[in-house]
């Protein structure tokens, strides 16, 4: 069973930046299309951004020219440079698979944008 684990959440504010990670248990990056996740209260889960081993290959629109989804040579841990943060940016990070079937879900980290 892959364990992912995010962290580098905090609280910023309008115009920070924080640099997401996910450690993965086994090189899922070389195997799966991964992705970034948000989960804010109210609201439906949001695809932020996914990426194959080496080719970047969604951004959501409202993340284009401020974020960028990265991932390590060994394939195990993804990274979310997040750049002039926003409230609505706020929400719980979650990485995972792009796509069913999804490994299990990690705790998150919370980003929080205010002022």
């Known amino acids: 069973q892959v364990k992912l684990v995010e962290s580098g959440g905090g609280l910023v504010p309008p115009g920070g930046s924080l640099r997401l990670s996910c450690v993965a248990s086994?090189?899922?990056?070389?195997?799966?299309?991964m992705a970034w996740f948000r989960r804010a209260p109210g609201s439906q889960d949001e695809l932020i951004a996914t990426?194959?081993?080496?080719?970047?290959?969604y951004m959501k629109d409202s993340a284009k020219g401020r974020f960028l989804m990265t991932v390590n040579s060994e394939g195990t841990t993804l990274y979310l440079q997040m750049n002039n943060l926003k409230p609505e940016d706020t929400g719980s990070y979650f990485c995972?698979?792009?796509?069913?079937?999804?490994?299990?879900w990690g705790p998150g980290t919370q980003v929080t944008v205010s002022s």
């Open positions: 086994a090189a899922v990056a070389k195997t799966s299309t």
């Open positions: 990426r194959s081993y080496g080719t970047s290959m």
């Open positions: 995972n698979s792009a796509t069913d079937p999804y490994f299990h």
